[in-house]
Nanobody, 115 residues
């Protein structure tokens, strides 16, 4: 059974930082592309960042230079370091793992950026 469990969300002031984690089980983690997505009320879910099995990364334009995605294959975990957070970063953040037809999602973690 595949599980993706996100953690690290919370309330932070504008300009602050958070690090999200997503722990995977039930998959051969190292071969999967891992991604972070987010969804805010009334909006579609959108890509934040991807990291491939060879650690190639790509980012949404809105987070480039502020967010960093990384992975630790020994811990089956992908991270999202979020710096210089803005109110518009407020959303539920979801972890995704995918490889060919295999596609799995976590339950999400809430990130709220507010003073």
């Amino acid at each position: 059974q595949v599980q993706l469990v996100e953690s690290g969300g919370g309330l932070v002031q504008p300009g602050g930082s958070l690090r999200l984690s997503c722990a995977a089980s039930g998959i051969i983690f190292s071969v999967y592309t891992m991604g972070w997505y987010r969804q805010s009320p009334g909006k579609q879910r959108e890509l934040v960042a991807h990291i491939t099995s060879v650690s190639s990364t790509n980012y949404a334009d809105s987070v480039k230079g502020r967010f960093t995605i990384s992975r630790d294959n020994a811990k089956n975990t992908v991270y999202l370091q979020m710096n210089s957070l803005k109110p518009e970063d407020t959303a539920v953040y979801y972890c995704r793992s995918f490889l060919r037809r295999a596609d799995y999602w976590g339950q999400g973690t809430q990130v709220t950026v507010s003073s």
